[in-house]
């Protein structure tokens, strides 16, 4: 049994400390807005918070995330209220919408660090891969959600 | 492989041709009633009735319009909805969309066949959807008129309501549709002269719930009971499954059972994690024969080889390319693209329910006629006990036409008389694709004495794309319809459009193709033989403007006389590229254009070449895809699109002796953010009719950079990906 605070709950799983926190999310918790993509670290797809950072949760032992503050997308606000799902809406972002959770996470974690992030800050913090390749709402995006923070 | 004769020739093959257009009496107006609407229906105790097959209107006046069309990011639910909408006088906020389950009337019209793909939802669906709108609305207006004991003249609609002439009373649609359903269908509806959402950009439906988590993906499907289910399939093409520790694999935690199907091993468990660890551990021994193919001798022996003796089947024969090649000046080049694939950010996966004689399949699908009679065949149900419940798709780009995945979820199903979920690895689904397949050109082109082509002959050799998807119930007796079959190379034409309908006026060409068979499965890939077929085209045609010495826009547009459509996005992207104006410093600009999926389009790329580095600095492209439904949908399909054409460009898939070689995204990289360059979409306004944006983004983007990177550097880049160039980008 691992003791989980998840989306500000405590939440007790069955599960080997082994499995990646990503399929004790979707499986154990039912929160499937968090995405497998590639297992490997390699897509971002998976991205969380772990006590604030972005994480890829394809690749974290979910025994590493006891006792740690952990955020999924259905966390990140009530009602589609955090800045980045304002921004995403006002600029309709999604296409297939898969990688997009992950991508939302990534950039909120971004933006908690720093809020008014350059181009270049973008390039270098945000490598998920969009297959449908909205990256340039995406980018519009962020600087639009950096405003709303303001 | 088998090659079949069309059942019907005169009727359905004729419909196949890719250019054939929807005839003005086809248009059948269906009231069919939905399949298993009964314990489909997300509200049993909310009753509702049918007017026509799209739209349901439940006693509380709710509306819900049925979309025939998967959405993948495409837009097309929220465009073919918004149109039944505005037919019922209500904003797209007012209605639900439900996914329709397999029946006749759902089908393309064009093809007979119901799928999702080939950029034709809005060409096949839009004006359709339009009548089904406005024949549900004229059913509503008589059932009131009747109510109320009065003409139909004078009844109008408004915010889901009937009013009366008199302008005081008023139904709700609710009040009005049970009668309303048991009226004949209209047969020639009015549409209003007036809806109010084209031109304009919608609010895509499906955007919030993509936005908190809640978008329900296949790989999402949660139902009680369900077991979950991994599948490791032989690393190399061909190979069978020899031996296996199966036993040792059902005493792992959380295993229910281990089923081998014929070149592989499924693993159900409590969790996908038990399955694919348990699988993962497993000892599998994998036969000796299989594949041989090697991506790396390919082109030099299979490919060439078979370009310099075919057999060739001539697709295009226009006045004679050999005769005016004769003594004229001459360029022959030959070009090369590999294998890709699809790589859909959610891998395959499909869940299913097969018990009490019924089959329940919940799948991310474009191909749902095919996952119909496939399941058909695998579960031996008749087709009314199976209903296909669709999701929304984490990409599609023609994968998710195929149905093997669905298969072999139902062969775990059947096993276990249980709901099982069936997950693809990221691993599985690069190893079991169905790839774009590789192919060699070699393209000749004679220049009359003022430089311009008065013959061009393509030599293409390439596996045919259409060996799944080609519509199964045109092909005679196919036991299993997941099956390569291969159609007559007649209506076999994808690997070669776009050299066959090109834009430019050449009074000598001459298109032929060898279709090569091989022991890899190829099938469609976003922008089918399009995206190809231009790298080689629009290159080639950048070295004849060479040879002429002449500007490439310039040369272009002096080809272009008899092609309106054509000469203007060529003349669009030139004003807002700046192509007259110098290029900034270190920078050279690259143009291409594309006639393809009933639309036109031209690029411009601007790239600086640094110490092998390819920076693709800005996009431009200009666009007719006929008349705008929805700027905003457009623009992104169009920018989602160039992205992809760019990605084509660094991506492939090599295979040694069988095994393909790229599994994840570590070794198959598609573009990411901080590559990502401005792209500018720009449309021309046209009255012409509506056509595909899905695909026509990426066609002309490979060729735009590379006749750039032959501007800034003088290298010719002939083969992609562009490592083989010896560049990477920036
Ligand atoms: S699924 Fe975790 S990074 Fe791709
Ligand atoms: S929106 Fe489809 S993968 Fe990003």
């Known amino acids: 049994m691992i003791k989980l605070n998840v989306n500000g709950r405590a939440a007790t799983v069955d599960a080997d400390p082994d499995t990646p926190l990503l399929w004790v999310l979707r499986e154990h918790l039912g929160l499937t807005g968090t995405k497998y993509g590639c297992g490997i670290a390699a897509c971002g797809a998976c991205t969380v918070h772990v006590d604030g950072g972005a994480v890829r949760s394809c690749s974290f032992p979910v025994g590493e995330a006891k006792d740690r503050k952990i955020t999924t997308i259905e966390?990140?606000?009530?009602?589609?209220?955090?800045?980045?799902?304002?921004?995403?809406?006002?600029?309709?972002?999604?296409?297939?919408?898969?990688?997009?959770?992950?991508?939302?996470?990534?950039?909120?974690?971004?933006?908690?660090?720093?809020?008014?992030?350059?181009?270049?800050?973008?390039?270098?913090?945000i490598t998920n891969i969009c297959r449908c390749g909205t990256y340039q709402r995406i980018r519009k995006a962020i600087h639009v959600a950096a405003g709303f923070s303001q | 492989m088998n090659t079949v004769k069309l059942r019907d020739r005169s009727n359905a093959a004729v419909r196949f041709t890719r250019r054939a257009v929807l005839r003005g009496g086809a248009l059948?107006?269906?009231?069919?009633?939905?399949?298993?609407?009964?314990?489909?229906?997300?509200?049993?105790?909310?009753?509702?009735?049918?007017?026509?097959?799209?739209?349901?209107?439940?006693?509380?006046?709710?509306?819900?319009?049925?979309?025939?069309?998967?959405?993948?990011?495409?837009?097309?639910?929220?465009?073919?909805?918004?149109?039944?909408?505005?037919?019922?006088?209500?904003?797209?906020?007012?209605?639900?969309?439900a996914f329709a389950p397999f029946a006749p009337a759902y089908r393309d019209p064009v093809y007979n066949w119901m799928f999702t793909g080939n950029s034709q939802g809005t060409s096949s669906f839009y004006q359709l959807m339009r009548q089904m709108g406005a024949a549900a609305r004229e059913m509503l207006v008589s059932a009131a008129a009747a109510r109320w004991g009065v003409s139909v003249d004078g009844v109008t609609l408004g915010n889901g309501r009937i009013a009366h002439p008199d302008g005081r009373r008023t139904l709700s649609f609710g009040a009005v549709a049970a009668d309303a359903a048991k009226l004949p269908v209209p047969t020639a509806p009015k549409l209003r002269d007036d809806p109010p959402s084209p031109g304009g950009a919608l609010r895509?439906?499906?955007?919030?719930?993509?936005?908190?988590?809640?978008?329900?993906?296949?790989?999402?499907?949660?139902?009680?009971?369900?077991?979950?289910?991994?599948?490791r399939r032989a690393p190399r093409l061909g190979s069978k499954l020899e031996?296996?520790?199966?036993?040792?694999?059902?005493?792992?935690?959380?295993?229910?059972?281990?089923?081998?199907?014929?070149?592989?091993?499924?693993?159900?468990?409590?969790?996908?994690?038990q399955a694919k660890r348990a699988l993962e551990d497993a000892n599998l021994v994998w036969s000796a024969a299989g594949s041989e193919f090697s991506s790396a001798t390919a082109?030099?022996?299979?490919?060439?080889?078979?370009?310099?003796?075919?057999?060739?089947?001539?697709?295009?024969?226009?006045?004679?390319?050999?005769?005016?090649?004769?003594?004229?000046?001459?360029?022959?080049?030959?070009?090369?693209?590999?294998?890709?694939?699809?790589?859909?950010?959610?891998?395959?996966?499909?869940?299913?329910?097969?018990?009490?004689?019924?089959?329940?399949?919940?799948?991310?699908?474009?191909?749902?006629?095919?996952?119909?009679?496939?399941?058909?065949?695998?579960?031996?149900?008749?087709?009314?006990?199976?209903?296909?419940?669709?999701?929304?798709?984490?990409?599609?780009?023609?994968?998710?036409?195929?149905?093997?995945?669905?298969?072999?979820?139902?062969?775990?199903?059947?096993?276990?008389?249980?709901?099982?979920?069936?997950?693809?690895?990221?691993?599985?689904?690069?190893?079991?694709?169905?790839?774009?397949?590789?192919?060699l050109h070699r393209i000749a082109g004679a220049l009359d004495s003022s430089g311009s082509a008065v013959a061009l002959s393509h030599r293409v050799v390439s596996p045919s794309q259409m060996l799944y998807i080609f519509p199964r119930s045109m092909l005679?007796?196919?036991?299993?319809?997941?099956?390569?079959?291969?159609?007559?190379?007649?209506?076999?034409?994808?690997?070669?459009?776009?050299?066959?309908?090109?834009?430019?006026?050449?009074?000598?060409?001459?298109?032929?193709?060898?279709?090569?068979?091989?022991?890899?499965?190829?099938?469609?890939?976003?922008?089918?033989?399009?995206?190809?077929?231009?790298?080689?085209?629009?290159?080639?045609?950048?070295?004849?403007?060479?040879?002429?010495?002449?500007?490439?826009?310039?040369?272009?547009?002096?080809?272009?006389?008899?092609?309106?459509?054509?000469?203007?996005?060529?003349?669009?992207?030139?004003?807002?590229?700046?192509?007259?104006?110098r290029s900034p410093s270190g920078a050279a600009r690259g143009v291409a254009l594309a006639k393809a999926f009933g639309g036109y389009v031209a690029a411009v790329a601007e790239v600086s070449v640094r110490n092998s580095r390819l920076s693709v600095r800005r996009l431009t492209m200009a666009v007719d895809c006929g008349r705008l439904l929805d700027p905003g949908i457009a623009a992104s399909n169009i920018q989602g699109g160039a992205v992809w054409g760019?990605?084509?460009?660094?991506?492939?898939?090599?295979?040694?002796?069988?095994?393909?070689?790229?599994?994840?995204?570590?070794?198959?990289?598609?573009?990411?953010?901080?590559?990502?360059?401005?792209?500018?979409?720009?449309?021309?306004?046209?009255?012409?009719?509506?056509?595909?944006?899905?695909?026509?983004?990426?066609?002309?983007?490979?060729?735009?950079?590379?006749?750039a990177v032959y501007a800034a550097t003088g290298q010719r880049i002939r083969a992609l990906p562009i490592s083989r160039a010896g560049l990477s980008f920036a």
Request: charged content about 20%.
């Open chain 2, 28 to 97: 059948v107006l269906s009231a069919a009633i939905i399949p298993g609407e009964g314990h489909a229906a997300p509200n049993p105790a909310k009753e509702t009735a049918s007017l026509t097959a799209w739209v349901r209107i439940g006693r509380d006046g709710s509306v819900t319009v049925i979309a025939s069309q998967s959405e993948m990011g495409q837009g097309i639910s929220t465009t073919l909805a918004a149109a039944i909408a505005d037919e019922l006088y209500l904003p797209l906020e007012k209605v639900a969309i």
């Open chain 2, 299 to 439: 082109f030099d022996q299979v490919y060439a080889q078979r370009l310099s003796s075919g057999p060739f089947f001539t697709h295009l024969e226009k006045g004679s390319a050999s005769s005016a090649m004769d003594g004229a000046t001459k360029l022959e080049a030959t070009y090369q693209l590999p294998f890709e694939a699809h790589a859909t950010m959610e891998p395959m996966n499909c869940t299913a329910h097969v018990a009490d004689g019924r089959c329940e399949i919940w799948a991310p699908t474009q191909g749902v006629e095919l996952a119909q009679a496939v399941a058909a065949q695998v579960t031996g149900l008749p087709p009314e006990r199976i209903i296909i419940r669709r999701t929304l798709l984490g990409g599609g780009f023609g994968r998710r036409l195929l149905a093997d995945f669905v298969k072999q979820t139902l062969v775990a199903a059947m096993a276990v008389k249980q709901p099982v979920k069936l997950i693809w690895s990221r691993e599985e689904d690069m190893t079991h694709d169905f790839y774009r397949p590789a192919v």
């Open chain 1, 75 to 125: 966390g990140l606000s009530h009602n589609r209220s955090h800045p980045v799902q304002k921004a995403w809406i006002a600029e309709q972002v999604p296409q297939c919408g898969y990688c997009q959770s992950g991508m939302i996470m990534a950039v909120a974690a971004l933006l908690a660090e720093k809020p008014r992030p350059t181009d270049a800050d973008i390039d270098a913090a």
């Open chain 2, 646 to 707: 760019l990605s084509a460009m660094q991506t492939e898939i090599t295979f040694e002796r069988g095994r393909p070689m790229q599994l994840n995204f570590d070794a198959f990289e598609p573009l990411r953010l901080g590559q990502t360059p401005a792209i500018e979409v720009h449309f021309v306004a046209s009255d012409d009719k509506p056509g595909g944006t899905g695909e026509l983004g990426p066609v002309p983007v490979p060729a735009a950079v590379c006749n």
């Open chain 2, 476 to 581: 005679g007796d196919i036991k299993d319809w997941t099956e390569a079959v291969a159609p007559p190379e007649k209506f076999d034409t994808m690997a070669v459009e776009g050299i066959i309908e090109q834009p430019y006026d050449i009074a000598n060409q001459l298109v032929e193709q060898h279709r090569l068979e091989l022991d890899i499965p190829t099938s469609v890939w976003r922008t089918t033989g399009h995206g190809p077929n231009n790298f080689v085209l629009e290159c080639f045609v950048d070295e004849l403007a060479a040879a002429a010495k002449r500007d490439p826009v310039a040369y272009r547009r002096s080809m272009l006389r008899s092609d309106r459509r054509a000469l203007n996005v060529l003349d669009l992207v030139a004003v807002k590229s700046g192509w007259d104006r």
């Open chain 2, 204 to 231: 895509r439906w499906d955007i919030p719930a993509k936005v908190d988590g809640s978008a329900e993906f296949g790989i999402d499907v949660r139902l009680p009971g369900m077991l979950l289910a991994a599948v």
């Open chain 2, 243 to 273: 031996k296996h520790d199966a036993d040792s694999l059902k005493s792992r935690p959380g295993v229910v059972t281990v089923l081998e199907i014929s070149d592989g091993l499924i693993v159900v468990a409590r969790t996908y994690w």
